[in-house]
């Protein structure tokens, strides 16, 4: 069965600091990684999207991808309080053009 | 503005009763989803249309029901099958264009049943 698999948190982190998200996926085959933030009560957002090996950057995010040891991250530089939220971590099924398996999310807390 | 609307965005549902969601894309994607969100859990995917007529169950199909009329719009129907509606529904849109499949969200319907 596909997975993906988040730590739930909440994670607590000072503010200012850099908040590190970690994900792990079961199919080797995946090829497209999402991250989306989720605030309490909202739907989720798109934060970024990855598909090759290394880091990817926009602002104060960076979302680093390791295919051969099958996990995605998500750094937050300069966290800030309204960074606090669930960040949801998702994948593309190899094979398929519309289907992505979600992890459950971690709640990031940013603590001033 | 373009976007996904969905409506209400509250709803209560009585015992037996069937109730229709509503989604609306105005960004000209093909795809539409729609995901069933509970507490603390992954988003998990109830139907998926690619194009115009044509759906596809999910993970999660039971007690639901969809169309798909229009390119913009995808309402879904929880049915009195559905014996544990009540959670967050949200709906989604892709391009499937590129084939990065990025989807963006409405803001989600709350159900609730009485």
């Known amino acids: 069965q596909k997975e993906v698999e988040q730590n739930s948190g909440p994670l607590s982190v000072p503010e200012g600091a850099i908040a590190s998200l970690n994900c792990t996926y079961s199919d080797r085959g995946s090829q497209s990684f999402f991250w989306y933030r989720q605030y309490s009560g909202k739907s989720p957002e798109l934060i970024m999207f990855i598909y090759s090996n290394g880091d990817k950057e926009d602002g104060r995010f960076t979302a680093q991808l390791n295919k051969a040891s099958q996990y995605v991250s998500l750094l937050i530089r300069d966290s800030q309080p309204s960074d606090s939220a669930t960040y949801l971590c998702a994948v593309k099924a190899p094979g398929s053009n519309y289907q992505l398996i979600w992890g459950a999310g971690t709640k990031l807390i940013i603590k001033p | ?114």
């Open chain 2, 1 to 114: 503005d373009g976007g996904i609307t969905q409506s209400p965005k509250y709803l209560f549902r009585k015992e037996g009763q069937n109730v229709t969601l509503s989604c609306e894309q105005n960004l000209n994607h093909d795809a539409m989803y729609w995901y069933r969100q509970d507490p603390g859990q992954g988003l998990r995917l109830i139907y998926y249309s690619q194009i115009v007529n044509d759906f596809q169950k999910g993970d999660i199909a039971e007690g639901y029901s969809v169309s798909r009329e229009k390119k913009e719009s995808f309402p879904l129907t929880v049915t009195s099958a559905q014996k544990n509606p009540t959670a967050f529904y949200l709906c989604a849109s892709s391009s499937l264009v590129g084939g990065y499949n990025e989807q963006f969200f409405g803001p989600g319907t709350r159900l609730t049943v009485l």
